[in-house]
């Protein structure tokens, strides 16, 4: 199993400098990863200052050497596919091809969609998720090629330099279980982030959700499994109780997860103690 850091982009998060010192923070003490939340704001629903998640990451890969980063999660509908394709292969050179995105159809909660008069559809979503994707990694290929969808229309469009990872940037799709469609989706690519709709997922949930991948499967290339949750970082025993059972059913990423309600203290506390492993 793999562990990662896991914080929003706002609020104290919103602090790029202090994003790249904790990066590098959770690098020394032995993390996997560090993972950042994409949300740009609205109207008065969004009082806290917010950062730019990209040049957020960019920061981040230039403070760390070792640690994946990413996107948990980008959504895709609301950004234009062959942008990001060119932050994607941009900040996956900068970091030495230590680059993951994250996807999902993205929310209207905090009117991140209506705010800026776009639809807030999640069927709509969808589709423009699966023709972004389809878009993105074509780019990604460095090929001339052209592209006639229900909602993206390219003309013979190239993108250069290609990814430094092959045969691809890995993908991990969001899903809110038990809906299937997402999960459906996930299996087509590199790695599933699932939330449930009303609780926390437990171990028997990510059982679940790892034999409805593998049924939806179209090969054995690895594909990750990532469950967010707290441990203490400083009672192993109790630590190891939490995150091997999510082991055991198929997790393969831990995310240490901060949501804007701990101080500063105790989340540099945390990186430093390190991750929970056996």
Known sequence: MHFAINTPNFALYSDVRLLAELAQEAEEAGWDGFFIWDHIGAGPEWPAPIADPWVALAAMAMSTKRIKIGPIVTPLPRRRPWKVARETVTL????????????????????????????????????????????????????????????????????????????????WLAGVWPNKKPFRRAAQWDGISPMGRDYELAPQDFREITAYLKAHRSNEAPFDVIAAGHTTGTDKEKDVATVRPFAEAGVTWWQECFDGSNSLEQVRTRIHLGPPEA
Do not use: M
Not at 103 to 108: L, Q, R, T
Not at 114 to 132: N, P, V
């Open 92 to 171: 996956d050179h900068l970091s030495n091809g230590r680059l993951i995105l994250g996807v999902g159809i993205g929310s209207d909660q905090g009117r991140e969609f209506s705010c800026f008069g776009e639809a807030t559809d999640d069927k709509l979503h969808g589709e423009l998720l699966d023709e972004g994707l389809e878009v993105l990694t074509r780019l990604w290929r460095g090929e001339t090629f052209s592209y006639e969808g229900k909602h993206y229309q390219l003309a013979d469009a190239r993108f250069l330099p290609t990814p430094v990872q092959h045969p691809r940037i890995p993908i």
